[in-house]
């Protein structure tokens, strides 16, 4: 499958901190899912590409996926889902303009044109972005579509396998704060944040299907799609690639591996981008000799 190449807001939105899937639970008839085994002397620790906002009926997940889960005695996330209310705020605080300026004035005429258009189909009065920086207008525009279409963080893998974790008794860890996550779009130089905006105004009303489409392919295990948006996605944008995906997961190894380490079989749950690629957390593992196969 050939993509159309998303957007630098999208693509970071959906696939490195967030992504969200098609509306339908296929039928399983592959050989492959999203998850990679990863073991070291009798200790196995599962990688499993996330999913963070999904339709309610896109459940149940690929039977491997479930029964991994059935194995493991500690659940690990990029951030603490019990943080996500406290995130929000935060991230409300940092996407907040100066006082005295507005979004009208940063973007200039076109781009705040653009924006009224699209706010309009969701419901939106364009004074509700006035005072919001742009990388903060841009993930509240695509929140908004996400959830016209269905797609929610209630019902996305983290939150289910939160859930169940909890009700199972399962430790939980994470691998980063819910502060960092929001330093992520915080930090983005005003020039990044202006580009991330109008680029999820173009793409907005395309990433949709886009992402259906790759829903399936996660579904079936298929790599290569992800694998070619990671590459694609942010090819204009390496220092934001850097910092959103490299770098991350080169930070979170000392910890993956220090659960291979260990003697509890665990599950790894972070967004799909970060396992694919030759930076991925998978090919970053073998090249410290660890055994990992895809499931």
């Known amino acids: 499958m050939k993509l159309n190449r998303p957007t630098l807001a999208l693509t970071a939105l959906i696939l490195a901190v967030s992504t969200f899937a098609f509306s339908q639970a296929p039928a399983d008839d592959v050989d492959k899912t999203f998850m990679w085994k990863a073991e070291s002397e009798g200790t ?22 479930e029964s991994a889960f059935d194995e493991v005695e500690v659940v690990v996330f990029e951030i603490d889902v019990d943080d996500m209310t406290q995130a929000a705020i935060e991230m409300m605080a940092a996407g907040t303009l100066e006082e005295g300026r507005t979004l009208e004035e940063v973007v200039g005429p076109e781009t705040w044109f653009e924006l009224k258009v699209h706010a309009g189909p969701l419901g939106l ?33 983290d ?39 109008r680029h999820t105004l173009t793409d907005l009303e395309t990433v949709i299907p886009e992402m259906e489409r790759l829903y399936r392919d996660w579904r079936s295990g298929k790599v ?26 080169r930070a979170w190894m000392p910890k993956i591996t220090e659960l291979l380490e260990g003697d509890r079989n665990a599950m790894v749950v972070v967004g799909s981008m970060h396992l694919v690629g030759e930076e991925g957390v998978v090919a970053l593992l073998r090249q410290q000799g660890f055994t990992v196969e895809q499931q």
């Open 44 to 65: 196995t620790v599962y990688l499993v590409g996330s999913i963070h906002a999904l339709r309610e009926d896109a459940y149940p997940l690929p039977q491997p996926i």
């Open 125 to 157: 009065d364009p004074a509700f972005f006035s005072g919001m920086k742009p990388w903060m207008a841009a993930l509240t525009l695509a929140a908004f579509e996400l959830t016209k279409h269905g797609y929610l963080a209630t019902a996305g893998l």
């Open 159 to 197: 939150t289910y396998f939160s859930q169940k974790a909890d009700e199972s008794g399962k430790d939980r860890l994470a691998l980063e704060t819910a502060a960092f996550q929001v330093s992520l779009f915080a930090d983005l130089t005003p020039e990044q944040s202006l580009a991330f905006l």
């Open 224 to 249: 290569a799609p992800l694998q070619e948006l990671l590459l694609e996605g942010f090819e204009e944008f390496p220092a934001v690639f850097k910092r959103m995906v490299v770098d991350r997961n």
